[in-house]
């Protein structure tokens, strides 16, 4: 079972993602971007759904750090943002996320991506 790590500080996005996700993937979360960076690094995930805005270090800086480690460089990173601003898509390419979607999630095009960055 491929495992993904979700990335979110709202309890209620957080509980939605599990509830859409858990029976087709092992789950591994984390509340902020430096939790997500040190559980990137344990768990080693297929895939990380990284909020982009996160406290403590939010999921712009986050995603730069992660891509920058040779050992987590090769973990796709869909970033996930309620903000839908001009541009946002573009700054998360930018900052290494391999792909960007809005919240709400639409639960179609999210398992679309994940079978393509997971081969499924």
Aim: proline share 3%; net charge negative; hydrophobic share 40%.
């Amino acid at each position: 079972m491929k495992k993904i790590l979700i990335v979110e500080d709202v309890e209620f996005n957080l509980d939605l993602m599990i509830q859409l996700l858990e029976d087709d993937y092992e789950l591994v979360t984390a509340r902020d971007g430096e939790q997500g960076i040190e559980k990137a690094s344990s768990e080693r995930p297929d895939l990380i759904l990284m909020d982009l805005s996160l406290p403590v270090m939010d999921g712009w800086q986050a995603t730069l750090r992660i891509k920058k480690d040779e050992a987590l460089s090769h973990i796709p990173i869909i970033g996930l943002s309620a903000h839908a601003m001009d541009g946002d898509r573009q700054k998360a390419l930018v900052c290494g996320c391999d792909e960007y979607l809005t919240k709400p999630v639409d639960d179609e095009i999210l398992y679309a991506k994940l079978a393509r960055f997971l081969g499924e």
